[in-house]
């Protein structure tokens, strides 16, 4: 299936490692040049030269923290610098730290709402000036299970996850008349770092194995193993592809079945 995506620019946030490294490698192997970044200059440098090596895609590398305004500002005039426009914004961000409300301070919720919130808010208000313009865009938002479903112990990224649901419903009826699609995609239990981080801490919590950890969630997704990141990769590039076209509005998970709900 041609996706359509050849010739196309595509902003990838927080995309060095894990699941925005996959999705970033799935859309240059379609034919897409590519803006990256991450927070660390010589990660986003490794993931820029790995994607090179493998698809021959042009790649763009740049340190910008995405819960800074300054650093997205910088991010977008570089892009456009660089290509001209930005066809695709794929939002992506660290995780805030998992743990139950009592564990939470007014720091940390702002410091959460920064960069799972506001980093969307600001990506998308940069960009679509000029998709609008065009009369064409796409925009993805990984957000999480979390945003349908709450996962115990994580108290800031359920309720922040679930606000940039309601602001991507919200604005895919705005655009929706310029050609601009607004979606997200919401992985489950998926091998990348920051599941090894929330292994990790519910191993210590818990006083018990991370082998214990990862066979309980295992036991609760019905296809009874964890998701590769090349599988989420898959969902996004199409969602972000001229083969998606009437698709807005909408969050579809990547989650082996784990989510409950009939909606």
Do not use: H
Request: net charge negative.
């Amino acid at each position: 299936m041609d996706l359509g995506l050849k010739g196309k620019v595509a902003l990838v946030a927080a995309s060095s490692q894990g699941l925005g490294y996959a999705t970033a490698r799935e859309l240059a192997t379609e034919g897409a040049s590519l803006i990256l970044c991450s927070r660390n200059q010589q990660s986003i440098d490794r993931a820029a030269d790995a994607i090179r090596r493998e698809t021959n895609a042009e790649v763009l590398a740049v340190a910008a923290d995405v819960s800074v305004l300054d650093d997205i500002e910088r991010l977008v005039a570089a892009s456009a610098d660089r290509f001209g426009r930005i066809d695709i914004l794929f939002t992506n961000s660290g995780g805030p730290p998992a743990g139950p409300f009592e564990s939470t301070t007014p720091e940390s919720w702002d410091a959460a709402t920064k960069i799972v919130l506001n980093s969307v808010v600001d990506l998308c208000r940069l960009v679509l000036p000029d998709m609008k313009e065009r009369r064409w865009g796409r925009i993805l938002n990984l957000t999480s299970i979390a945003a349908k479903q709450p996962v115990e112990n994580l108290m800031l990224s359920n309720s922040l996850r679930a606000a940039v649901t309601g602001f991507a419903r919200t604005l895919a009826n705005e655009v929706a008349p310029f050609g601009i699609t607004v979606n997200n995609i919401l992985p489950g239990y998926t091998l990348t770092e920051r599941l090894d981080e929330l292994i990790d801490f519910l191993s210590v919590k818990e006083g018990i194995s991370a082998d214990d950890v990862r066979g309980r969630w295992e036991s609760e997704i019905p296809m009874r193993r964890l998701g590769d990141p090349k599988e989420f990769a898959a969902l996004a590039a199409f969602l972000v592809s001229e083969r998606a076209s009437y698709i807005t509005g909408s969050s579809i998970a990547v989650d082996g079945g784990w989510i409950r709900s009939l909606m």
